[in-house]
């Protein structure tokens, strides 16, 4: 391309390597240094071994369009320079050239960057704080293989996409530029022009921080040394843990809609308020974790944080990420574990996100049999491209690293795992094999499970995987999938249809509470009732229950106590603790004035004297995932609806009976088998008066009698109350 052309080209917007002509160049006749600045008036470039004192030289001007040079005729080689120059409207400018730096992405990082293995890829791309030969500014660089250009945009240069086009790595696909003097907290976006004429604003793929919505700009904001962590001793005890045999109780929440002013749009709580509000409030109830709807940046209230656009930045909807770090670490100095709703399955299509990000069908699938979620209107990641995967893998160690978070709840994992996931036979295609698995995405599922676990040990990965997929927690050298855990969502199903029955047809279901013994150990199972049971007509879960008020509280006791008394982790979803009547909405708070009443109070009083007793009792969770820590007593009672069971801790001697009855009739001098000669002692019984019941039980525990029942030596005769749950601890003579 000659010159003129060129030149030409710069103008119109349509040259994609300005570092060819912009900058200083060596020529027959000197040096020669261009600038391209559509908002001068005046230029000058100053140059020499000591700028500050040199004389300014008049730039030419060789463009209408805005492109100015200079010629210093004889001369070779490569010097300092600044830029001066006056706007049109009078304001006076002094810069480093932008052009007369050599890159800053070395070979290495653009080798691992392509290969998929640049872990750490959110330190090379994006916008970073630097300082570059002794100046300071910020280095931006993207991944935009198929752009004709991409440029820098904001308002120290008009958001002119002329001004600041970036250097491009043809080979590999990467742009990059540092603009000296660029300062943190400067709002920007990528210029991409591509093919056809394709040009959009688009929002960086790495931004730190993003403006709140409505407005869509990246932000410039360095992450290190803005928070001064206190949680040294939490994260030596996750290293140190093996959750499988540790209490795990989860409190999942919305953050903006657990505790808000009004339901104006951003009339909320922000972070360092709501962790100043939370943190006792879940200490207070027990929980060892909380579960957070997803918190990076998302445009649309309504999607609850699940189609994000920035992966990298906290939500300003709540503060800045500085806020969102003291957040997780009050968490943390009171032994509460932080877990985050990822979603590496889909993303929207909003023009200014990650959607045909380059003119192309970049991070998705061209094909939309492959590449689109018919059902919710988003785009597939395409997890064949190494570049996808190194962006989602860094991402989810990203949290881990710059947020201290301790696990990443996986979303839709169903639908990432197969090809035909909620689409018609038409609407998808095969794998090479014929078959309907998306080979791709189990590549990527594992490789991230062993990257996340491999420099994290401790730290939780939790699939949302509503399928019988096999192996979906077992480690990735014996076929499995790698995650820690999987929501056991069949459990969940059958249990809550057995609960919203009248207890009067019970005795005919039996089996939706027993059939999930069938599978129990076959992963490591959370038990999750969480928000996606309580919205879209399915009621909150105190309306789910039947009867009366006082028998809709008992049912829900009741269901509680047996969610913590079935094998598995525990997850309940914000308002569930109290009975809130309504379902949950996204933008309204908790109805925080039920809990002056009296049976709303009580029913968290049990919640938390729950989670309490399950936390101090190793039977409850030492081994939930081996058939060693469960063992029927009797579950063939179906006429009167009650079930027993045994649940052992390591230590086989260390056990709890579990005595269940889910009828409002009490059943006296009820006979049960136990293995032990003991007093069995009633460490909780759901009909206490405290928890507002009936106070009908056991005067606090009974004698265990040397009468065979259920295939025991001994036996103990109980009084179950109506819909309630008994667990009983042998206290040895």
């Known amino acids: 391309m000659g010159l003129k052309r060129e030149i030409n080209a710069l103008c119109k917007g349509n040259h994609g390597d300005p570092f060819r002509l912009l900058g200083m160049h060596n020529t027959d006749s000197g040096v020669v240094v261009r600038a391209f600045l559509p908002m001068a008036a005046e230029v000058w470039v100053l140059a020499g071994p000591d700028i500050r004192s040199s004389v300014p030289y008049a730039m030419e001007k060789v463009h209408d369009e805005g492109l100015w040079e200079f010629l210093f005729q ?10 001066k120059m006056r706007t049109h409207w009078g304001e006076l400018r002094e810069f480093v050239d932008p052009y007369g730096f050599s890159p800053v992405l070395t070979d290495y990082d653009l080798h ?33 293989p198929n752009a004709e250009r991409v440029s820098v945009t904001a308002d120290f240069n008009g958001w002119d996409g002329r001004v600041h086009v970036m250097r491009r790595f043809i080979d590999q696909g990467f742009w990059e530029i540092f603009i000296p003097g660029v300062e943190e907290g400067t709002p920007y976006k990528f210029e991409v022009k591509g093919i056809k004429g394709y040009l959009e604003y688009k929002t960086d793929p790495y931004a730190f921080l993003c403006e709140l919505r409505p407005k869509t700009a990246a932000v410039v904001y360095t992450v290190a040394g803005k928070h001064k962590w206190h949680d040294k001793k939490w994260l030596e005890k996750r290293k140190n843990t093996f959750w499988h045999e540790a209490p795990v109780s989860i409190y999942e929440l919305h953050l903006g809609s657990w505790m808000r002013y009004s ?26 974790h909380i579960e957070l709807l997803p ?38 100095q009171s032994d509460i574990g932080v877990i985050m709703d990822w979603v590496p399955a889909h993303f929207p299509r909003d023009a200014h996100g990650l959607a045909f990000f380059d003119g192309t069908h970049l991070y998705d699938h061209a094909d939309p049999k492959k590449g689109e979620h018919v059902e919710w209107g988003t785009l597939i990641f395409n997890y064949g491209r190494n570049e996808v995967k190194n962006f989602l893998i860094s991402n989810a160690l990203f949290w881990i690293d710059k947020y201290h978070i301790d696990g990443l709840r996986v979303d839709a994992v169903a639908s990432m795992l197969y090809l035909d996931y909620a689409k018609k036979p038409d609407q998808w295609i095969p794998n090479k094999y014929g078959g309907r698995e998306n080979l791709e995405a189990i590549d990527f599922v594992r490789r991230f499970n ?10 939780l990965t939790i699939a949302e995987e509503s399928t019988s997929w ?3 927690t077992q480690p990735t050298y014996v076929g499995g999938l790698g995650f820690s855990m999987k929501w056991n969502m069949g459990w969940m199903h059958d249990t809550l249809k057995y609960f919203s029955k009248d207890p009067v047809h019970r005795k005919h279901f039996t089996y939706d509470l027993t059939f999930s013994m069938m599978y129990a150990f076959s992963e490591n199972f959370v038990l999750p009732i969480s928000h996606d049971e309580v919205v879209y007509g399915k009621r909150s879960m105190l309306s789910k229950m039947p009867g009366d008020m006082w028998r809709k509280f008992a049912n829900l006791r009741a269901l509680y106590g047996f969610m913590y008394g079935h094998p598995g982790k525990k997850l309940l979803f914000m308002g569930s603790e109290f009975g809130q009547w309504i379902e949950w909405c996204f933008f309204k708070s908790l109805d925080w004035h039920i809990t002056d009443y009296e049976q709303h109070k009580k029913l968290m009083r049990f919640v938390s004297d729950l989670n309490r007793l399950y936390r101090s009792e190793p039977a409850f969770y030492e081994i939930d995932y081996d058939w060693r820590g469960f063992e029927w007593i009797d579950l063939h009672d179906h006429d009167r609806s009650v079930m027993f069971f045994i649940r052992r801790a390591k230590d086989p001697d260390d056990f709890l009976v579990f005595a269940f009855n889910f009828t409002p009739v009490p059943r006296y001098h009820y006979r049960i088998g136990v293995p032990a000669d003991s007093f069995y002692k009633e460490l909780l019984n759901s009909d206490s008066g405290a928890y507002w019941g009936g106070n009908m039980g056991n005067m606090g525990g009974v004698h265990a009698d040397k009468i065979a029942s259920h295939g025991r030596p001994y036996s103990i005769r109980l009084t179950l109350p109506p819909l309630s749950v008994l667990i009983l601890k042998p206290h040895r003579k």
């Open 74 to 83: 004889g001369k070779s080689g490569r010097f300092s320079y600044t830029i």
């Open 112 to 144: 691992l960057l392509c290969e998929g293995n640049h872990y750490r890829s959110f330190e090379k791309l994006g916008a970073h704080v630097m300082e570059v030969g002794g100046v300071k500014g910020v280095h931006f660089a993207v991944w935009a």
């Open 263 to 288: 339901e104006e749009e951003n009339d909320v709580l922000n972070y360092r308020e709501l962790a100043d509000k939370l943190v006792p409030y879940v200490k207070e109830l027990g929980y060892t």
């Open 295 to 332: 918190v990076s940046e998302y445009p649309l209230d309504a999607s609850w944080g699940y189609q994000v656009i920035g992966y990298f930045a906290p939500t300003s909807r709540f503060g800045r990420p500085e806020d969102f770090m003291y957040f997780v670490d009050k968490f943390h």
């Open 450 to 459: 062993e990257v996340v676990h491999g420099e994290f040990p401790g730290v």
């Open 470 to 472: 096999p192996n979906v």
